[in-house]
């Protein structure tokens, strides 16, 4: 099993940035595609972004391209996402996973979750 945990989510205004954190432990942390999902309120979990094994391959949701940039240290078993121009629709519970699979973009195909961090974008 791969445990996640995130954080780094906060308040912020308009316009502003946060960087989110995922520490992972367990099975090896290069074994896996590492992705960010997020879900408002009322509202389905969707697809942020994702990395592959060794930080080379990325690929994002089309909304979040440009503002956000995923990457990872596999040195320390993390994985980030930077997010600027934050806008208050962003406003969400973020959440870390961890799938063997490239190139996916659904939630029924990662394995692993973390608790989410929340983000909250005033306007």
């Known amino acids: 099993q791969v445990q996640v945990v995130e954080s780094g989510g906060g308040l912020v205004q308009a316009g502003g940035s946060l960087r989110l954190s995922c520490a992972a432990s367990?099975?090896?942390?290069?074994?896996?595609?590492m992705g960010w999902f997020r879900q408002a309120p009322g509202k389905e979990r969707e697809f942020v972004a994702a990395i592959g094994r060794r930080g080379f391959s990325t690929y994002y949701s089309d909304s979040m391209k440009g503002r956000f940039t995923i990457s990872r240290d596999n040195a320390k078993n993390t994985v980030y996402l930077q997010m600027n121009s934050l806008k208050p629709e962003d406003t969400a519970v973020y959440y870390c996973?961890?799938?063997?699979?490239?190139?996916?973009?659904?939630?029924?195909?990662?394995?692993?979750w973390g608790q989410g961090t929340q983000v909250t974008v005033s306007s």
């Open positions: 367990g099975r090896t942390f290069t074994n896996y595609v």
């Open positions: 996973a961890a799938t063997q699979r490239w190139g996916t973009v659904l939630r029924t195909e990662y394995d692993y």
